[in-house]
């Protein structure tokens, strides 16, 4: 075990100054690219807790991804509040909105719930694009200031991602040693089989609450973050087809681990970059590929990648696997 | 090994980044049709020697997703400029080049395309989209990146933030001086004192609605009744039945080219055959009148542009378009014309290509004749002075006033 | 009194339209047991290829629906072999991506053959009736819900009364038990889908006159047959369109009383309540699944 967690260590490290290195000789506008898509990680992350811990499936990340932006840009420019209060308030906020909320949806089965936040990604973009004292309306919210702490404000891109990029590092540990907790256990339980877990004494409703809080929360460090990278929010940014983005991500990356997140945000991510020669024929390209991925490897990349290791491995040993 | 796979990976997403992100401040990408720029070239033989290095003026507009149609007319319209400009000499003896990017219809789409096109050190100026979220959210991009970019948006929170920012200008036809022409008409000329606003929540149509209440009470009147719905919003019975309670003598429409039509047809479907409308200019497109045909005979509009428009420069390219394209010129389309022309003109005032230097020449134009209007860009906000005002007449929209307006000084 | 039976008049009308599009979405959820999130494509392209036999070729437009809806049949059945055939073994999720994939393709593909100007389609019956408590019904309303019934009885009568539609439903309800008994699987649910998309596409090309058609429209048609068909209930092709019909009138009066702008919010705050109060619907399934 210990040499285990050694070198999950090293690689982690290894793999963090390759990334770390990135930036150089990029301009801004890769930088951009890069720095909303480490943002988009934090939210298919909080995909990845619900569905690939706790099996649900919610269409309403995109909505909590704005709840969170909107509620850092008014404590910012509204109450004044500086950008490091606001950053954590606006995560816990977004927490208990959707902590909260899961006491109301949860009551409902597995693809109940997916209609239920379905309805609510509705609403929440309604309320975006409408309600004006609190969202500027249609227009949005304009000039939110960057992030400053202690007084040093991120003015540069390249400043904005070495930000964003220990926050994700961060996150991605919390993620592992939830993975490791009992609570992680019990997100994992409900996944296999919910009336199995509830005949081990998992709350069902109060396990799937806190699932659906933790993903609340990192949709709401992803909206304080980009409040303050973009300096501008509106509606448009916060849709129902945001959210159908993240859980392609995910699929592609594959659903069994945070690992799988990275990968799936940083392809397709990347990808609508690379293929802006074919914008005409992007998302049609695009389409099509998610199907074709669907049939050859439902399980995503890593399931693919696990499915191949352990086929290498099996000619090396004989009996049960102890992966 | 999972671990070692991991690893790989990660470091081939920085490399392909790095890889992406060195080689983007070379060439971009060009969607443009490179035949047109070298055949034109080919065929100037008079006088200029046209070096071969094009100048490039980036287009930052929507390709896909909701919005697509912007971008078909911005693409077509950007075609023939390059091509008219290019087959006469070019600009300072160089043909001119547009470089498309495709903004998604999303903030963080239109922010990478703009940024793209920005970290192109061959790039002198950006033409943006017509959507004023769009425009606000490039808005502070430009300030940075410090090239010449423009707005089509029409609202006035984007004229105040033009006229604080040096890089951005709004060329678009004054919707203000357009919507008071148009109530102006209205009240003044036929007589109506009594109306019911509708409009759309969206970002243009709700300022419109707020131009259209502003020029109302100018005249003392207040609207009845103004009832709102979102993009997208099929069935008006509530909200036409909103408005009937108030029996208004006219209606005032601010919305999209879908919604106008729609209304118009279930306002007559609903026996007011004979209500007069007063709509956003987007009634007076010919795509809305294309789609609810018939029910738009009698609407009256404050149009920045429509295919008979009695603009000689605009009748000219309108037909042009028409030739070419097989369907009727838009206002998304005659926008570009005169955004890359403008552009053109401020790059031959400058006598050079440094972005700065454009941006100087730009406040020098005061009078420029677009296709659709004359513009005024001595301050950066609401360059564009006029408009007409229309009615349609057997599904054709007619020019009944022109509109022109000085800008305050 | 007049303004009120507008209200329900329009309510009702638009109703129908939803649950049309929500009937054909039943059809594949009682088949394969996952929602079809490209019904709202099926729409859209179903209204186009309308729009190209009788726009495009000139053809009239009862010709046009007929040769739309054979049209969509086949669309139909190749949607189920790309989409769903090869994932039937996965995870629901995997068919949820696949079709979500599909829907992609289904927009971008109308917008690069069509463009993506709107365009609009020949209407069946033109001229507006007037009702006798005051309210006015718009011609192509009416072929609507006429249309609408027709096509109710038809597939009750199918899935009912005949042979195939007892093969349909048993593949329905137990794909295994079902393979096992001798039933071809595969063609059964490609009569599905192909029914599903018949229906769909025929309703937009219904639709087109009054809408209009643009390569977006799929999604918010899509989203209020979701809505009609979780407060309906899934089970059954009556709760879908009464829960169409019900989304209708709640968006309508909703509007009318409550507020225009947030019409769409209103029916998903109704569909939580729903949600909350009685998740199978109005009326249930017949056949549950146990635990």
């Given amino acids: 075990m210990k040499n285990k967690k050694k070198s999950s260590i090293i690689v982690l490290l290894t793999a963090l100054a390759v990334f770390a290195l990135a930036p150089l000789g990029m301009g801004n506008y890769m930088l951009r690219v890069l720095n909303v898509a480490l943002i988009t990680y934090l939210c298919v992350l909080s995909v990845y807790v619900l569905l690939g811990m706790c099996g649900q499936n919610s269409f309403a990340q995109a909505g909590l991804w704005g709840v969170g932006a909107y509620m850092a840009a008014n404590l910012v420019l509204r109450a004044g509040f500086p950008p490091v209060i606001a ?50 309306g249609a227009l949005g919210m304009q000039n939110i200031p960057k992030f400053s702490v202690f007084g040093i404000m991120l003015e540069s891109e390249k400043a904005n991602f070495y930000f964003i990029l220990i926050i994700c590092v961060l996150t991605f540990v919390v993620m592992r040693i939830l993975f490791y907790s009992s609570i992680g256990r019990s997100f994992m339980a409900i996944r296999d089989n919910e009336i199995a877990a509830n005949c081990m004494g998992v709350n069902s409703l109060l396990t799937k609450s806190i699932a659906f809080g933790i993903s609340g929360a990192l949709c709401g460090i992803a909206g304080a973050l980009y409040a303050f990278l973009s300096g501008y929010l509106s509606y448009q940014t916060f849709t129902y087809q945001q959210s159908t983005m993240y859980l392609i991500m995910i699929m592609l990356g594959g659903t069994i681990s945070p690992v799988g997140a990275i990968i799936g945000t940083m392809i397709i991510s990347l990808l609508q970059e690379f293929v802006r020669p074919l914008a005409n024929y992007m998302q049609l390209i695009y389409g099509a590929g998610i199907m074709i991925l669907m049939v050859v490897q439902p399980e995503g990349i890593l399931g693919g990648g696990k499915a191949l290791y352990e086929t290498l491995h099996k000619r090396k040993r004989t009996g049960p696997d102890a992966a | 090994m999972k671990k070692a796979f991991v690893l790989f990976l990660s470091s081939m997403v920085s490399l392909s980044l790095a890889a992406c992100g060195a080689s983007s401040s070379g060439n971009a990408p060009v969607m443009e049709d490179t035949k047109t720029t070298s055949s034109a070239a080919a065929a100037d033989n008079t006088g200029s020697t046209t070096s071969e290095e094009p100048i490039r003026i980036g287009l930052a507009t929507v390709l896909t997703g909701e919005r697509a149609m912007e971008g078909e007319y911005a693409s077509n319209a950007a075609k023939i400029i390059t091509e008219e400009i290019n087959s006469s000499g070019g600009i300072l003896g160089r ?82 001086t357009m919507i008071d022409a148009l109530i102006g008409y209205a009240v003044e000329e036929l007589g109506y004192t009594k109306f019911a606003l509708i409009h759309d929540t969206e970002t243009n149509s709700s300022d419109q609605a707020r131009l259209f209440t502003m020029a109302l009470e100018k005249r003392g009147i207040k609207p009845l009744a103004t009832v709102s719905f979102t993009t997208g919003t099929k069935d008006f019975t509530s909200h036409i039945t909103k408005m009937q309670q108030v029996q208004p003598e006219a209606i005032i429409g601010a919305c999209l080219f879908n919604e106008a039509a729609i209304i118009a047809e279930q306002i007559r479907a609903f026996g007011m055959t004979d209500m ?128 022109y307006s000085e800008k305050d000084k | 009194m007049g303004q009120i039976m507008q209200l329900f008049v329009s309510g009702l009308s638009t109703g129908v339209v939803y649950g049309l599009i929500a009937m054909g979405m039943v059809l594949i959820f009682r088949a394969v047991g996952v929602m079809n999130f490209a019904q709202g494509e099926f729409l859209m392209f179903g209204g186009y290829l309308c729009y190209t036999f009788n726009q495009l070729l000139g053809w009239n437009i009862m010709i046009s629906l007929i040769l739309a809806s ?134 937009g090309g219904l639709l087109a006159p009054l809408f209009f058609l643009n390569n977006t429209m799929g999604a918010t048609a899509g989203a209020k047959a979701f809505a009609a068909i979780v407060i309906g209930g899934f089970g059954s092709v009556q709760g879908a369109v009464l829960g169409g019909l019900i989304v209708g009138l709640v968006e309508v009066f909703g509007g009318a009383y409550i507020s225009t702008t947030y019409q769409l919010v209103l029916i998903y705050i109704v569909l939580i309540i729903v949600l909350m109060v009685r998740p199978q619907g109005i009326f249930s399934s017949k056949i549950q699944e146990k635990a």
């Avoid at chain 1, 109301?104 to 990604?121: D, E, I």
């Avoid at chain 2, 009727?328 to 006598?351: L, P, R």
């Fill in chain 2, 276 to 403: 007069p409308i007063f709509g956003s200019n987007a009634w007076a497109d010919p795509v809305t009148i294309g789609l609810g045909g018939e029910a738009l005979n009698g609407v009256c509009s404050a149009a920045a542009w429509v295919p008979n428009t009695t603009n000689e420069k605009g009748a000219a390219f309108s037909q042009k378009y028409q030739e070419l394209y097989g369907h009727e010129c838009a206002k998304a389309a005659a926008q570009i014309y005169d955004h890359v022309s403008i552009i053109c003109e401020a790059i031959t005032i400058a006598g050079n290509t440094d972005r700065a230097a454009i941006r100087d020449a730009m406040n020098q134009i005061t009078d420029y004749h677009g296709a659709i209007t004359i513009y005024d860009c001595s301050t950066n906000g609401d360059c564009g002075r006029g408009g007409l005002v229309v009615r349609i007449e057997n599904e054709v929209a007619v020019v009944l006033q022109e509109i």
């Fill in chain 3, 70 to 203: 054979v049209g969509m049949g086949v669309v139909g059945v190749l949607f189920m072999r790309a989409a769903y055939w090869p994932l039937r073994k996965a995870q629901a999720r995997a068919i949820i991506v696949s079709a979500m994939g599909a829907s992609m393709v289904f927009k971008e593909g109308s917008r690069l053959i069509w463009g993506s100007i709107p365009v609009k389609v020949d209407r069946v019956l033109e001229a507006p009736v007037k009702l006798a408590g005051g309210g006015i019904i718009q011609g192509q309303y009416l072929a609507i819900m006429i249309v609408a019934a027709i096509l109710m009885l038809f597939v009750y009568l199918l899935l009912e009364k005949t042979f195939v539609g007892h093969v349909m439903q048993a593949t329905a309800q137990d794909q295994y038990m079902a393979s096992m008994v001798g039933v071809p699987v595969i063609f059964s649910i490609a009569m599905t889908f192909a029914l599903s998309a018949m229906i769909t596409g025929i309703g």
């Fill in chain 2, 95 to 176: 043909p001119i080049e547009i470089v498309i990017e495709d903004g998604l219809g999303t903030d963080v789409g239109a922010v990478n395309a703009y940024r793209k096109l920005a970290d192109d050190s061959s790039i002198v100026a950006i033409v943006g989209s017509d959507n004023s979220n769009d425009n606000i959210a490039i808005a502070n991009e430009a300030k940075q990146a410090q090239i010449l970019s423009t707005a089509q948006g029409s609202s006035p929170t984007l004229r105040d933030i033009c006229n604080e920012n040096p890089w951005l200008f709004q060329l678009r036809a004054c919707e203000e």
């Fill in chain 1, 87 to 136: 950053l954590f308030a606006a995560t816990a906020g977004t927490a208990l909105f959707a902590f909260v909320l899961g006491f109301a949806f949860f009551r409902l089965r597995q693809y109940y719930f997916t209609f239920a936040s379905v309805g609510l990604m509705t609403i929440l973009n309604g309320l975006f694009m409408n309600w004006e004292p609190v969202t500027g």
